[in-house]
T-cell receptor, first 114, second 112 residues
Framework: EAAVTQSPRSKVAVTGGKVTLSCHQT?????MYWYRQDTGHGLRLIHY???????EKGDIPDGYKASRPSQENFSLILELASLSQTAVYFC?????????????FGPGTRLTVL | GDSVTQKEGLVTLTEGLPVMLNCTYQ???????LFWYVHYLNESPRLLLK?????KRTEHQGFHATLHKSSSSFHLQKSSAQLSDSALYYC??????????FGKGTKLSVKS
C-alpha cells in the first residue's frame, strides 16, 4: 500500500511568518506534488518535482517555494505567509508521470494564517 | 491550456436514486487520460476510475464512466446512490506532461 505522510497535520501561522510543510513518501516514486484545496477551486497544483534537488512550478506557484532534498521528501515553504494562503494542502506522489498513473495523496495539512 | 469543467458544485440525492456527475474537458492532446478521484471527509483523496480509451466503459466500486472523445466528456455514474457515497468527487485530466488538471469538484450529498 502506497504511503504518503504529511507534517504537521494542522498549523496556525501569523501573517508575514515563515511556514514549512513537509511530505514524506515510502513508495519509491519519482514524482511528488503539492496541491492546495479551496472550496470552489478544487485542487490546484503549486509545485512538483520528478527528481531530487529539482522542482518545477505548477499552476499557482506565486508565494510558495518547494524543496526536494531526497526522493522521499518534498517540502513546501511559505516565506511570508498571507491570509490568502489559508487552505488545506495536499502532497501526492506517483510513479512515472502523474498524468498517466495514479497519484497517491497524503492526509493533508490544514493551514490557517491569522 | 488544459481545462476540466464540473458544472455542479453540489449534488443532493435521496438514497437509491441514480448518480450522474458531469465532467467535460478541453485539451489538444489526443491521448489524454481522464480520472475520477474521490475525497471522503477526513481521508485522503484517492483514485476511483481512470480511462484513456474512447467509448469504453470503466467500472470500479459500483461506479462507472465512459470516455467520449467526440464530446470531450467523462461523466461518472452509479445506478443507486448509497449514504456512504457522500463525498467530494474530482474529475481530472492528464495530458502530455507530468501534471494533472483537476476540476473544481462536485460535492455529492446522499440523504435517506
Amino acid at each position: 500500500e502506497a504511503a504518503v505522510t504529511q507534517s504537521p497535520r494542522s498549523k496556525v501561522a501569523v501573517t508575514g511568518g515563515k511556514v514549512t510543510l513537509s511530505c514524506h513518501q515510502t513508495n519509491n516514486h519519482d514524482y511528488m506534488y503539492w496541491y492546495r484545496q479551496d472550496t470552489g477551486h478544487g485542487l490546484r497544483l503549486i509545485h512538483y518535482s520528478y527528481v531530487a534537488d529539482s522542482t518545477e512550478k505548477g499552476d499557482i506557484p506565486d508565494g510558495y517555494k518547494a524543496s526536494r532534498p531526497s526522493q522521499e521528501n518534498f517540502s513546501l515553504i511559505l516565506e511570508l505567509a498571507s491570509l490568502s494562503q489559508t487552505a488545506v494542502y495536499f502532497c501526492a506522489s506517483s510513479d512515472w508521470g502523474g498524468a498517466f498513473y495514479e497519484q497517491y495523496f497524503g492526509p493533508g495539512t490544514r493551514l490557517t494564517v491569522l | 491550456g488544459d481545462s476540466v469543467t464540473q458544472k455542479e458544485g453540489l449534488v443532493t440525492l435521496t438514497e437509491g436514486l441514480p448518480v450522474m456527475l458531469n465532467c467535460t474537458y478541453q485539451t489538444i492532446y489526443s491521448n489524454a487520460f481522464l480520472f475520477w478521484y474521490v475525497h471522503y471527509l477526513n481521508e485522503s483523496p484517492r483514485l476511483l476510475l481512470k480511462s484513456s480509451t474512447d467509448n469504453k466503459r470503466t467500472e470500479h466500486q459500483g461506479f462507472h464512466a465512459t470516455l467520449h472523445k467526440s464530446s470531450s466528456s467523462f461523466h461518472l455514474q452509479k445506478s443507486s446512490a448509497q449514504l456512504s457515497d457522500s463525498a467530494l468527487y474530482y474529475c481530472a485530466l492528464g495530458g502530455s506532461n507530468a501534471k494533472l488538471t483537476f476540476g473544481k469538484g462536485t460535492k455529492l450529498s446522499v440523504k435517506s
